[in-house]
T-cell receptor, first 109, second 118 residues
Framework: GQNIDQPTEMTATEGAIVQINCTYQ??????LFWYQQHAGEAPTFLSY????GLEEKGRFSSFLSRSKGYSYLLLKELQMKDSASYLC??????????FGAGTTVTVRA | GAVVSQHPSRVICKSGTSVKIECRSL??????MFWYRQFPKQSLMLMAT?????????EQGVEKDKFLINHASLTLSTLTVTSAHPEDSSFYIC??????????????FGPGTRLLVL
């Protein structure tokens, strides 16, 4: 089965840093994705990790530890437009994605 | 690059009618397309996987006779919700996986179709 856990909600101030954690227990692992989803819209790709370590892409970074079944998404220099839901998704060996329930991030001025 | 479109973006229909949703990969060939459903404040749930030229594979609990999928070409997949009922009202999202930008690693999502069945 697939069990992917992430916090439901987080709030942070504009300009700050927020870290969204994701833990997973899945039958098979073939990579971990982070997506951003604004209300009423489809998810947009943020990052992909398949090996342990940190992947940095501008203001967003993602970390993976396969032995711990753990990932985090780090958002730096938060902007108001970063208010959205962030989805952690584990890709199975058959290339299908299993999604967590999403973390709603609210950025306050 | 890596653009996926869906049509229509929004549809309202009467109970008992059928609705067809199209998913197109605009600038790459999608070897595989996925159909998801998302209820309010819930995450995406995979419904089925569609490979060009072959039958779709459905996730457990998804009725294949109710949700008909056709992947006729490398750039088009369609989902038909047959005899729709109010409980089928949801946000339907497709994604495509293929050689977009030289990478087969990522699924690219369409903008979604919001279905409301009255």
């Amino acid at each position: 089965g697939q069990n992917i856990d992430q916090p439901t909600e987080m709030t942070a101030t504009e300009g700050a840093i927020v870290q969204i954690n994701c833990t997973y227990q899945t039958s098979g692992f073939n990579g971990l994705f982070w997506y951003q989803q604004h209300a009423g819209e489809a998810p947009t790709f943020l990052s992909y990790n398949v090996l342990d370590g940190l992947e940095e892409k501008g203001r967003f970074s993602s970390f993976l530890s396969r032995s711990k079944g753990y990932s985090y998404l780090l958002l730096k220099e938060l902007q108001m437009k970063d208010s959205a839901s962030y989805l952690c998704a584990v890709r199975r060996p058959d290339y299908k994605l299993s999604f967590g329930a999403g973390t709603t991030v609210t950025v306050r001025a | 690059g890596a653009v996926v479109s869906q049509h229509p973006s929004r549809v309202i229909c009467k109970s008992g009618t059928s609705v067809k949703i199209e998913c197109r990969s605009l600038d790459f060939q999608a070897t595989t397309m996925f159909w998801y459903r998302q209820f309010p404040k819930q995450s995406l749930m995979l419904m089925a996987t569609s490979n060009e030229g072959s039958k779709a594979t459905y996730e457990q609990g998804v009725e294949k006779d109710k949700f008909l999928i056709n992947h006729a070409s490398l750039t088009l997949s369609t989902l038909t919700v047959t005899s729709a009922h109010p409980e089928d009202s949801s946000f339907y999202i497709c994604s495509a996986k293929g050689l977009a930008g030289g990478s087969q690693e990522t699924q690219y999502f369409g903008p979604g179709t919001r279905l409301l069945v009255l």
